[in-house]
């Protein structure tokens, strides 16, 4: 009977003990990093009868030996984030494996634990670790001709690159592909973010894509790989920007600091030049007379912890507009009785305040409101909420 402490492996083929690895190499001559031919798995090939422990054996043998001892002990194993062609490597050498005698397992076993216990520093497992390890510490330049060069491949599964998107850049990527390839793209993403996508798409182009879905049964792995590959090797060759915002959020954010008439007239004249680009930017705009409908009532009690009492007492001093004072009178409504009490105590002791202490009163409200967006203290309502009201 075999002794319980041997290790059984599937039975080789006599006719042909090594497959087509090399020779084997001293039992010393162990390599369980780098790649398969020769490095990560290259573990040394044995026959069909049990191998004395002093036996000669090649590195992939061992890689072999060591990933059924770990399997047999019910060890979790990540081998499908191994290379494909180290994962087919692997099995056909498992195929080709016969008996291990229990000197032989101990031998493989305590070199293994031996490899481990001197490992000082490990370094990230190809290219794509390495690139993950060094985003945000080299130029975003770099980054991207790095992925670009290693291929999409070099990351692991396209589709979790896919899935990463936002949803209207899947969109733009579904409404350019055939409607079957759009279909098979809708069905890898997860619920939230198909039905995501699909408000991003026109209503015709999400019917067809839709219908289209209930011709993908037939559809094979293979293709459906295929299929990632391609859409997320046009993701990477998309060119590298040098701004993260839109054209209109940049100006928006620039005629926000803006003094009042100088920012209307700009405005004006971007309504004469280019309507278009002038509603992107309103909509990007964000003054102290949006206050009133872009900021919820909840969060009126955190803007007025951060600003300085003197600046609220400025700006709504300083308001005379319609909507300067609606925003007054909104913050005022929404934060403690006591504190609004005495605002409106030092606003009629103030009296009339010059344009540019009050404009400066107000865009120290508005960048603190920023900030707080910015850091995910509080939300903005879009002009769609409003509508919706």
Known sequence: MQNDNALALPMANPSDPLGDFAAPAPMGGMDFGGGMGGGALDMPAMGAAPAPAKSNLSGKAKAAIVVRLLLNEGADIPLESLPDDLQIELTQQMGR??????????????????????????????LAGALSAMEGKISRQTHSRLRKEAGVRQFGDPWERLRSLPPEDLAELAEAESTEVAAVLLSKLDTAK???????????VARRITYAVSQTGAVTPDTVDRIGLSLAAQIEARPEVAFDETPG??????????????????????????????????????????????????????????????????????????EDVESSEFMLANMSSRMAANIREEVGELGKVKRSVGENAMSTIVNALREMVVAGEIELRSAEDDEDE
């Open 97 to 126: 494996m016969g008996l291990i005698d229990r000197e032989t397992l101990h031998a493989v076993a305590g070199e293994f634990a031996e490899m481990l216990d001197n490992v000082g520093l490990s370094f990230p497992n190809g």
């Open 194 to 204: 198909a039905a995501q996508m699909l408000v991003h798409l026109p209503g015709p």
């Open 249 to 322: 959020q940049r100006m928006g954010a620039i005629l926000t600091q803006a003094a009042a008439a100088k920012r209307e007239e700009v405005l004006n004249a971007l309504d004469e030049e280019d309507e278009e680009f002038a509603v992107d930017v309103r909509k990007s705009l964000f003054t102290y007379a949006l206050i009133a409908k872009r900021v919820s009532p909840v969060d009126v009690p955190k803007i007025a912890r951060v600003v300085a009492q003197q600046d609220l007492v400025t700006a709504m001093a300083f308001a005379t507009d319609e």
